[in-house]
């Protein structure tokens, strides 16, 4: 109504009709597009959960190295990453593995940050318990750290892997000859504005998607630790 009453131009806010007509005339690169950056966002957000998982255990089960690494892991997680991208492409060239490693970095602080977090938040009373039990401090990590810290875990995995989705869109827009983020830098150049927000629409949807995914796992994994009213 908006840009019908004003007479918006379409390089300025296209009407939803304009988008729908882009759907229609676009669906193949969209789609294609699409599953291109949903392979590099899970292949991205693959290495951050291994990566993750096994820092943030190390961190979360030794004091000294929540120390030294946590400050670190907090410098790095504060450069932006679209400043690495131009070093990604000087390194590894143009092409999918900039997507991947910026997809990486961007969403393994997340999963670290919490993971070490659930382990080194451990109650004093329970490890005091435990050891007046005769466990070690392996037996308290792997029957107490461990299963404390999953709730922490899959509640990182739903932030990470929206994170993961920026970071290779980010690539993509910068340091690639496929994916959303390069049709969107095609679609700004031809000014194809429609196409442009036809290209956000469809990163809309897949991102919610792919976070519905990871909010059932997360149900699915860690349902004993929710509340009973919001578990029911």
Same mark, same amino acid.
């Given at each position: 109504m908006i840009c019908r009453l004003f007479n918006v131009s379409s390089y300025?806010?296209?009407?939803?009709?304009?988008?729908?007509?882009?759907f229609g005339t676009y669906w193949w690169p969209l789609v294609f597009h699409s599953f291109h950056t949903l392979w590099m966002t899970l292949a991205g957000f693959v290495l951050a959960i291994l990566f993750g998982l096994a820092l943030g255990l190390a961190v979360?089960?030794?004091?000294?190295?929540?120390?030294?690494?946590?400050?670190?892991?907090?410098?790095?997680?504060?450069i932006p990453k679209v400043a690495v991208v131009p070093i990604l492409?000087?390194?590894?060239?143009?092409?999918?593995?900039?997507?991947? +490693?910026?997809? #990486?970095?961007? /969403?393994?602080?997340?999963?670290?940050?919490?993971?070490?977090? *659930?382990?080194?938040?451990? =109650?004093?009373?329970?490890?005091?318990?435990?050891?007046?039990?005769?466990a070690s401090k392996r037996d308290i990590m792997l029957k107490v750290g461990i299963p404390r810290s +999953?709730?922490? #875990?899959?509640? /990182?995995?739903?932030?990470?892997?929206?994170?993961?989705?920026? *970071?290779?869109?980010?690539? =993509?827009?910068?340091?690639?000859k496929n994916g959303i983020g390069n049709l969107m830098a095609r679609a700004s150049a031809d000014?194809?504005?429609?196409?442009?927000?036809?290209?956000l629409i469809a990163l809309a949807v897949l991102g919610v998607a792919i976070y519905?995914?990871?909010?059932?796992?997360?149900?699915?994994m860690t349902g004993w630790a929710s509340r009973s009213q919001f578990a029911a």
């Open positions: 300025v806010l296209p009407m939803p009709s304009a988008i729908a007509a882009v979360g089960a030794s004091r000294f190295l929540y120390a030294g690494v946590y400050p670190l892991l907090v410098g790095f997680n504060a492409v000087i390194w590894f060239g143009v092409g999918w593995l900039p997507a991947v +490693l910026t997809a #990486f970095m961007i /969403s393994f602080f997340p999963i670290v940050v919490n993971v070490a977090t *659930g382990l080194a938040t451990i =109650e004093p009373e329970v490890e005091d318990v435990l050891r007046a039990l005769g +999953l709730p922490y #875990f899959f509640g /990182s995995l739903k932030v990470a892997i929206t994170l993961a989705y920026v *970071g290779s869109v980010i690539a =993509e827009y910068n340091a690639s000014f194809n504005v429609p196409l442009l927000f036809a290209a519905a995914i990871m909010a059932a796992m997360e149900r699915r």
